[in-house]
């Protein structure tokens, strides 16, 4: 998917490559599970396979829209420093232990009992598509920007958003697994 990145810096085109990569790797895997086994909840409170992917899309698709939002007006918004980076290194090492953490609720609140996995797969997709064309059409003057707003550590940059995307991401896919046991 992420094919547009001829103009991108080779750090910021490495960060895109390998979050495609997890997605799609990812979603080959599941294309071979039963669909009954997606859609299955193995504990009261806890999400089905299908349901995560849903939560996935949801967490990104609203990055991506803020994202956009926010490039619109960047004038009154702040360069990445120190401070931004050390919250950074904070929530990733929390997203890497094993400690749980709660959804923020506008990307937990309404994901649906049963979810069609199938659907979801390509919403997923075309959410991807819609961030490599975000990212991939960015200015190089706003990389360094804080142009996206983390529900918990507050606003980061471009390179930060995909370093938190690819976290959680990772994350997930270990609930994933534990799901499919």
Same mark, same amino acid.
């Given at each position: 998917?992420?094919?547009?990145?001829? =103009?991108?810096?080779?750090?910021?085109?490495?960060?895109?490559?390998?979050?495609?990569?997890?997605?799609?790797?990812?979603?080959?895997?599941?294309?071979?599970? &039963?669909?009954? *086994?997606?859609?299955?909840?193995?504990?009261? /409170?806890?999400?089905? #396979? %299908?349901? @995560?992917?849903?939560?996935? &899309?949801? %967490?990104?698709?609203?990055?991506?829209?803020? #994202?956009? *939002?926010?490039? *619109?007006? #960047?004038?009154?918004?702040?360069?990445? /420093? %120190?401070?931004?980076?050390?919250?950074?290194?904070?929530?990733?090492? =929390?997203?890497?232990?094993?400690?749980?953490?709660?959804?923020? @609720?506008?990307?937990? =609140? &309404?994901?649906?009992?049963?979810?069609?996995? +199938?659907?979801?797969?390509?919403?997923?997709?075309?959410?991807?598509?819609?961030? +490599?064309?975000?990212?991939?059409?960015?200015?190089?003057?706003?990389?360094?920007?804080? #142009?996206?707003?983390?529900?918990?550590? /507050?606003?980061?940059?471009?390179?930060?958003?995909? &370093?938190?995307?690819? %976290?959680?991401?990772?994350?997930? *896919?270990?609930?994933?697994?534990?799901?499919?046991?």
């Amino acid at each position: 998917m992420f094919n547009n990145t001829s =103009g991108l810096n080779k750090k910021l085109e490495n960060k895109l490559i390998r979050f495609e990569d997890s997605q799609k790797k990812l979603l080959k895997e599941l294309s071979k599970v &039963d669909i009954q *086994k997606l859609n299955r909840v193995t504990e009261k /409170g806890k999400w089905s #396979v %299908a349901q @995560v992917i849903y939560h996935l &899309d949801k %967490a990104e698709s609203l990055s991506v829209s803020y #994202v956009a *939002k926010k490039m *619109k007006d #960047v004038d009154n918004i702040k360069n990445t /420093g %120190a401070e931004e980076w050390i919250k950074m290194r904070a929530l990733i090492t =929390g997203l890497r232990s094993p400690f749980k953490f709660k959804a923020p @609720v506008n990307v937990l =609140g &309404d994901i649906p009992e049963n979810v069609d996995f +199938s659907q979801i797969s390509k919403q997923w997709n075309e959410t991807r598509e819609k961030l +490599s064309t975000l990212v991939s059409t960015m200015p190089d003057e706003l990389l360094v920007k804080n #142009v996206f707003k983390q529900p918990v550590i /507050g606003r980061i940059n471009i390179y930060q958003m995909l &370093d938190f995307m690819q %976290a959680h991401f990772d994350r997930h *896919k270990k609930q994933i697994e534990r799901a499919l046991l």
